[in-house]
């Protein structure tokens, strides 16, 4: 599995032996996407959670810029809002190596909730400007871990 997807880490916890493989699925190629997540509390806990897993590693701000956002879609603004709080979205990475020039290994959209759009999609619940807007951005999630 190239991906894994991760709702609310917010509230994750890991054991010893889950970190030590996290570390080696990561390391050997995979991405692990954190979705759906707010507030400085739950933002610690993701970060205390992959500290575990990979001690040596921090989380890197990053913007439109950066190659995951044009692996299909290109993506022009990160303006996806969250579906229903009133927070500014961002967007951080881990990089093989600590490298910010390096294969992402992991991605955390922070205070976002983009499954909720894809979840509820079909029922038009956020509107389709915001809804296609987040299917965009997990196409090329998908399309970046296949080819990186």
Same mark, same amino acid.
């Given at each position: 599995n190239p991906i894994l997807?991760?709702?609310? !880490?917010? @509230?994750?916890t890991t054991t010893d032996n889950e970190a030590k493989n996290l570390r080696a699925y990561l390391l050997k190629g995979g991405l692990i996407i954190f979705d759906d997540f707010e507030g400085d509390r739950h933002w /610690? $806990? &993701?970060?205390t959670q992959m500290r575990r897993a990979l001690p040596d590693h921090g %989380? %890197? !701000?990053?913007?439109v810029t950066y190659p995951i956002f044009h692996s @299909? @879609?290109?993506i022009k603004a990160l303006d996806v809002p969250h579906p229903l709080i009133n927070v500014t979205p961002?967007? @951080?990475a881990m990089f093989e190596d600590n490298d910010p020039a390096g294969r992402m290994i992991a991605l955390a959209n922070w205070n976002n909730d983009l499954g909720d759009y894809w979840e509820w999609s079909a029922e038009g &619940?956020?509107?389709?400007? !915001?809804?296609?807007? =987040?299917? /965009? &951005?997990?196409? $090329?999630?998908?399309?970046? =871990?296949m080819t990186h």
């Open positions: 997807y991760m709702s609310e !880490p917010g @509230f994750w /610690r $806990n &993701l970060v %989380f %890197f !701000p990053i913007d @299909f @879609f290109d961002g967007y @951080f &619940l956020y509107g389709n400007d !915001p809804t296609n807007d =987040a299917y /965009r &951005l997990g196409v $090329n999630y998908i399309v970046y =871990a």
